[in-house]
């Protein structure tokens, strides 16, 4: 199990540019799966991006092809996703997830295949 706490969220106009972080406590490692995932209000929680050091393989949502990316520093303990070119529908509250079990599924999209999630950090974009 792993503590993560997002950071780097904010309001933005259209066009712009956020960089989310999440450190984990105590540590993460080449196994260990982890996501960016949003959820706006009145909506549910959907995968934005994932990836899985072991082999350096991500996975993104259609939506957010070309302008997010996500990257990890197992030597910082740290997630991050680099959002370009910011769209008002990109506004929702922001969460890192992690998995650490042996199988866990690399890539993967899906909030049910995380156990450790972060609090959240606010995004905004305006028109």
């Known amino acids: 199990q792993v503590q993560l706490v997002e950071s780097g969220g904010g309001s933005v106009q259209a066009g712009g540019s956020l960089r989310l972080s999440c450190a984990a406590a105590p540590y993460i490692d080449w196994s260990t799966c982890m996501g960016w995932f949003r959820q706006a209000p009145g909506k549910e929680r959907e995968g934005v991006a994932a990836v899985y050091s072991g082999d350096s393989g991500t996975n993104y949502d259609d939506s957010v092809k070309g302008r997010f990316t996500i990257s990890q520093d197992n030597a910082k303990n740290t997630l991050y996703l680099q959002m370009n070119s910011l769209k008002p529908e990109d506004t929702a509250m922001y969460f890192c997830?992690?998995?650490?079990?042996?199988?866990?599924?690399?890539?993967?999209?899906?909030?049910?295949?995380?156990?450790?999630w972060g609090q959240g950090t606010q995004v905004t974009v305006s028109s």
């Open positions: 997830a992690a998995e650490t079990s042996a199988f866990c599924r690399h890539y993967s999209l899906a909030p049910g295949d995380y156990s450790d």
